[in-house]
């Protein structure tokens, strides 16, 4: 009888999940737990071996999204595609570290995996069309519908920053996701699934936020002038 996930050794999970991971990609019934238990060790245990293969098994998926991205040609223009692959590695372990992210499905996982390679092509794609940015807009001098929160919004600093004036996870969530990696509300419904209820909810957190940060604008500007 075979041993329960959390049992096995590592070895023995890679050999399951690549199993696993074929069915998924085929449609097929699947299961999820040999794939968990890897991300658990690899996040919870700090294990790097386990680390090292999560990105081993994740990585086909990651180059198969980055072939059908829209803007798959102008992403490589600008960086190879081996630079993409670890940027999202990067960006999914941040995530997941910073924010203590718990996946209970395999396509859950993926998804958000999926989410920050999105993200990780749109700042490229960002970077090289802007030749100067700003780190903070004046809202003193308006002309602008809402602020816009620039392309350097993710760096440490700025981003401890916002976080103290950010109540709760999900506004926490929705800056990071709609300003940082340019997400429309249709698009962080569809990349967070079971994370928010409508579209509806994520405009309505957009707004929150949009007013605390302009009522804490000068705050902002303060102990940005400090870091």
Not at 99 to 116: D, I, M
Not at 161 to 174: A, D, F, N
Not at 211 to 221: P, S
Request: hydrophobic fraction near 35%; include cysteine.
């Amino acid at each position: 009888m075979e041993r329960p996930p959390g049992e096995m050794t590592l070895a023995e999970l890679v050999a399951s999940c690549t199993q696993e991971m074929a069915k998924y990609r085929r449609k097929e019934p699947s299961n999820d737990q040999y794939c968990l238990e890897i991300l658990r060790r690899a996040i919870a245990e700090r294990n790097e071996h386990a680390w090292s293969m999560l990105q081993r098994l994740f990585s086909e998926s990651i180059r198969l999204w980055i072939g059908r991205h829209p803007n798959r040609e102008a992403a490589l223009r600008h960086e190879n595609e081996q630079n993409y692959v670890d940027d999202t590695f990067r960006r999914f372990w941040q995530a997941v570290s910073d924010q203590k992210l718990y996946f209970s499905t395999l396509g859950g996982a993926l998804s958000y995996l999926h989410l920050c390679l999105n993200c990780a092509i749109m700042d490229t794609l960002r970077a090289f069309s802007r030749s100067s940015v700003e780190a903070l807009p004046d809202y003193a001098q308006g002309g602008h519908e809402e602020p816009f929160v620039e392309d350097r919004y993710h760096e440490n600093e700025l981003w401890d920053v916002i976080q103290t004036i950010l109540p709760g996870e999900k506004e926490r969530r929705v800056a990071y996701l709609h300003f940082h990696c340019n997400l429309k509300p249709r698009e962080i419904v569809r990349y967070c699934p079971g994370e928010f209820s409508s579209e509806d909810e994520i405009y309505r957190l957009k707004r929150n936020i949009m007013e605390r940060i302009l009522r804490n604008a000068d705050k902002i500007r303060w102990r940005m002038s400090f870091s």
